[in-house]
């Protein structure tokens, strides 16, 4: 039966990956990716023949028709991304929603994704949290920052190696600089790295170095305000 599948890939160790979405891959008449000269690399890892169709944020809307009729005419699609889990933070939810709309069976698998495993090892609380994924570079920056930091949720963020000072030292300004975070880079990798301690303590940590790699940062939610005992 003709259906779109969301596969999750490795986010860095190309063992992360299920039996399942392998044989997903193996078995779809066609694979959308997001770059495919990178998913070229993990396909061929696996010795994976299905053809590759690119399908990212800046052809989606373009793109869209033509892989709804694919999948109605009898086609089984599999999409991916980059690195972990397509929809989150990447393309993805445009396809989900139209498929959804037009009665196309759509099955999601359960695989790598780089906030779960950053928030679980920060030590921060992980009962409750609120994904924010990427900040907005310009506009509505600061009114994101000034909403998250009532939330007393614990916050997670993804964040590129040339903006991380420059987030870092807003959320400093916005949350308070005693509030505990987590720098979580380059998960999976050889060179994974996890920096812990106050913003303040974080961003002079950093301060003075280039960080590479893809970044997840968890910080604390607010701290409730301690009710005064008066005898």
């Known amino acids: ?37 990178t998913s070229s690399v993990l396909l061929k890892h696996y010795d994976i023949p299905t053809k590759l ?46 498929c959804v709309r037009a009665g196309i069976e759509v099955e999601c698998l359960p695989g790598a994704t780089a906030f779960v495993p950053a928030l679980v090892v920060s030590g921060i609380p992980c009962d409750t949290f609120f994904f924010e994924g990427f900040l907005p570079h310009k506009k ?6 000034t909403y998250l930091a009532q939330l007393d949720h614990t916050i997670i963020l993804y964040e590129s190696p040339h903006r991380i000072h420059k987030t870092i030292q807003q959320c400093g300004e916005f949350f308070g600089g005693e509030r505990q975070a987590v720098i979580v880079r380059e998960l999976t990798k050889i060179h994974e790295e996890i920096l812990r301690g106050t913003l303040t303590e974080v961003g002079l940590s950093i301060a003075e170095r280039v ?20 005898d």
Do not use: C
Request: proline content about 5%; glycine content about 8%; overall charge negative.
């Open 1 to 37: 039966m003709s259906k779109l599948y969301i596969v999750p890939t490795p986010i860095g160790n190309l063992e992360d990956i299920t039996l399942r979405a392998l044989r997903i891959l193996k078995e779809a008449d066609l694979i959308l990716a997001e770059d495919t000269r």
């Open 53 to 98: 169709y690119a399908y990212h944020q800046f052809n989606e809307h373009q793109k869209l028709d033509t892989v709804l009729h694919r999948i109605e005419s009898g086609e089984t699609i599999a999409l991916i991304s980059d690195a972990g889990t397509p929809g989150i933070s990447d393309p993805g939810f445009l396809l989900v929603r139209e």
């Open 140 to 145: 509505g920056r600061q009114t994101r920052l």
């Open 211 to 230: 960080l590479k790699g893809e970044i997840v940062v968890i910080i604390e939610g607010k701290p409730e305000l301690k009710k005064l005992l008066v």
